[in-house]
């Protein structure tokens, strides 16, 4: 009998190697070389008989309608799956521990039609736990069918015999697999229990979620071709000591993958934020310097977002850079470009960026009201509270022209804003009329002139 072959798989990269090392030779991440055994596989016969062919159909044969998908009463979570859960897809959902996984799971079962049947298995928690934290959110849908156990095997019998129209597995690092030796959370566990829920997912034509781990570093934790095999991976972004839950596709075969949808963590679980822009500007300080309002775009719909910036005199050699919700590079570029083309001085400063409300503005649109909040704070010149700013900043100081200029601007409208700086080329493609203040500029040193006069 042949033995079962040991080797080292990356975590990050799913690079194998013959031997464990303390750094991947593909992608230099430490320690994420993880045992793998792989048990021996019997040979194909090529004998005609013992093949068995696949099934095929005609393209034209197929039905594709859409109306099958099933529907929530989050808004928030229909919008992010593309318009509803899709028959036989099966929808990865990650995120740090405690942000609400399971949460947004049970909520999803008293939201969803009355008539659905749902099974949900937990590897991590007993019926009774379950129960009490259903209690405590309310839900009491008759529909539910509860099973606590950690053997995937169980779980596969489980769906053939009662077939559900909804399984949700929590979580998939507690699932094994009788048949390999080795442990469970291991990257060949992982990987086959996956497989085994896809296949089910396929043939049955029932949509699973699954709930995944995620590592030290924030990624989610297992192989990585655990990502490709499903079809969406959601992923919830926010800190734990805000209230603000961020649900962003990552991946998503049926869908947009730039979708977001917008919670927020009360005492009866999760509650979708209908307004974003509304939440994300209360409390905003008036007639303070090193404050500014971005507009971005996040999938369909536009979000306005406070930018909060604080400039200081360095204790260090060299000055402090830090950037909460912006990319650090994208700050360091902004700021020699007011150096070099604006003459502003942050030679000796430490200068800090803050999106309050946990939000990330990963967008382009965003440089103009970063720059403008680092100068605010620079000289001490307030932003006026109804201006909102948007576009993109180029090496030579020039502003470029964004995307989807009028919905950003009726966003701004819409929240009482009453003047716009936006790029020059962009105040031609608002052919609608708008009850704003358009001021077009066409460098940064002009949009500064006009913001802070």
Not at 11 to 22: F, L
Not at 208 to 213: A, D, E, W
Request: aromatic letters at 4%.
């Amino acid at each position: 009998m042949a033995k079962a072959k040991i080797n080292y798989v990356c975590t990050q990269c799913g690079a194998i190697q013959p031997k464990w090392m303390g750094k991947c030779p593909d992608c230099g991440s430490w320690n994420t070389l993880t045992e793998n055994i792989e048990e021996p596989v019997s040979r194909f016969s090529s004998a005609p008989a013992q093949r068995a062919s696949c099934t095929v159909q005609k393209l034209e044969q197929i039905n594709s309608n859409e109306e099958q998908r099933y529907l929530t009463q989050m808004q928030e979570l229909n919008r992010v799956l593309g318009g509803g859960i899709v028959p036989g897809s099966v929808i990865l959902l990650s995120g740090d521990p405690g942000i609400g996984k399971s949460t947004l799971l049970l909520q999803i079962c008293q939201t969803i039609s009355s008539d659905a049947q749902i099974l949900y298995v937990s590897g991590e928690e007993s019926l009774r736990q379950i129960k009490l934290r259903a209690a405590r959110l309310n839900v009491t849908t008759e529909c539910l069918n509860l099973s606590s156990t950690t053997n995937i095997e169980s779980v596969i019998e489980t769906i053939h015999s009662l077939k559900p129209d909804i399984v949700m597995v929590d979580s998939i690092q507690t699932m094994n697999l009788s048949a390999l030796n080795s442990s469970s959370g291991s990257v060949t566990q992982v990987r086959e229990c996956t497989q085994l829920l896809i296949n089910v997912a396929k043939t049955m034509e029932i949509p699973v979620f699954i709930v995944g781990h995620v590592n030290k570093d924030g990624a989610i934790a297992g192989p990585k071709v655990m990502e490709h095999m499903v079809d969406a991976v959601l992923y919830f972004e926010g800190e734990r000591n805000l209230s603000y839950r961020i649900l962003r596709a990552i991946k998503n075969r049926y869908g947009s993958t730039n979708e977001i949808g917008v919670f927020e963590m009360g005492e009866n679980g999760l509650e979708e934020v209908v307004n974003p822009s509304k939440a994300m500007l209360e409390g905003r300080p008036e007639n303070v310097s090193g404050t500014c309002v971005a507009c971005v775009i996040e999938g369909s719909r536009p979000i306005l977002a406070e930018v909060q910036a604080l400039v200081s005199k360095s204790g260090y050699a060299v000055p402090k850079r830090m950037a909460t919700g912006f990319d650090y590079n994208r700050l360091s570029l902004i700021i020699a470009v007011l150096e070099k083309r604006c003459g502003y001085f942050f030679g000796t400063l430490d200068a800090y960026i803050n999106v309050v409300g946990g939000m990330k503005l990963d967008e382009p649109a965003a440089d103009l009201s970063i720059a403008l909040a680092l100068v605010s704070n620079l000289t001490d010149k307030v932003v006026p509270d109804d201006l909102v700013a948007f576009g993109e900043i180029g090496l030579a100081g020039e502003m470029r022209a964004v995307n989807r200029v009028l919905v950003r601007v009726k966003e701004a409208q819409r929240l009482g804003f009453r003047r716009c700086v936006l790029p020059k080329q962009c105040v031609a493609a608002i052919s609608s009329e708008v009850n704003i203040e358009l001021i077009g500029v066409s460098s940064l040193t002009e949009a500064i002139n006009v913001a802070l006069c």
